[in-house]
């Protein structure tokens, strides 16, 4: 590999690496999972790591020629991303997953059967858009515009493919972590992380109407 391969290839790992924030998203992750055994949590976590991966590896060869296509600015999918995980922050905060849980457990136990799977939270909100973000769409779309050879998408592509991985790696050993705190932790754990990604959510939302408008 030529010293500007590996240039390339080391600076597009580091921006992935910044963007996607494996261990920033596990806490996240292992609190929406905690509620499922480990082979639910390992299901949601290779299945979330392959709708991402599908995700970020399609829109980094066609999303451009796609936004474009639709009239979608970056900016649009920012504010939009921001609203939809602004709506999970607020389920967090608020246990509202946990209320319709009982609710449906209710239901359940009516009708004399003890067992309710975990919701599949793979797709939404875990693929997409907490590991296949707007800033992480956004920057593989750039990469590959920017690119002129196929050594250089090769390159950027291993470094976005590693990342990936890595998220995979993280996520499966991520899932006991909460299990083991009990639910009371969990539960608290739950709502500062809900609390954090509100304001992750407000944030993506003001990025995205500054840049819509073009305000400083």
């Known amino acids: 590999m030529s010293p500007e391969l590996i240039t390339l290839f080391s600076a597009s790992f580091v921006t992935f690496?910044?963007?996607?924030?494996?261990?920033?998203?596990?806490?996240?992750?292992?609190?929406?999972?905690?509620q499922g055994d480990a082979a639910y949590r390992r299901r949601m976590a290779?299945?979330?790591?392959?709708?991402?991966?599908?995700?970020i590896f399609?829109?980094?060869?066609?999303?451009?020629w796609l936004l474009d296509a639709m009239h979608i600015s970056i900016d649009a999918f920012k504010a939009a991303g921001g609203v939809l995980l602004?709506?999970?922050?607020?389920?967090?905060?608020?246990?509202?997953?946990?209320e319709r849980r009982e609710n449906r457990a209710e239901g359940v136990m009516a009708d004399h059967d003890t067992s309710l799977p975990p919701e599949d939270v793979s797709v939404f909100p875990i693929g997409i858009p907490m590991i296949a973000g707007p800033g992480t769409i956004a920057t593989a779309m750039f990469y590959m515009t920017d690119v002129q050879t196929i050594a250089e998408q090769a390159a950027v592509g291993l470094a976005l493919g590693l990342n990936?991985?890595?998220?995979?790696?993280?996520?499966?050993?991520?899932?006991?972590?909460?299990?083991?705190?009990?639910?009371?932790?969990?539960?608290?754990?739950?709502?500062?992380?809900g609390v954090i990604l509100a304001a992750l959510s407000v944030q993506l939302l003001i990025d995205g109407i500054k840049g819509a408008f073009g305000l400083a």
């Open 17 to 34: 690496f910044v963007l996607i924030d494996a261990i920033g998203v596990a806490p996240i992750f292992a609190t929406l999972t905690a």
């Open 46 to 55: 290779i299945k979330s790591t392959i709708v991402a991966t599908i995700i």
């Open 58 to 64: 399609a829109f980094a060869f066609g999303g451009a």
């Open 86 to 98: 602004f709506l999970i922050a607020l389920d967090m905060v608020f246990e509202k997953r946990t």
């Open 164 to 193: 990936l991985v890595l998220v995979l790696v993280i996520f499966i050993a991520a899932g006991p972590i909460v299990k083991a705190m009990g639910e009371s932790v969990a539960g608290a754990l739950t709502r500062i992380l």
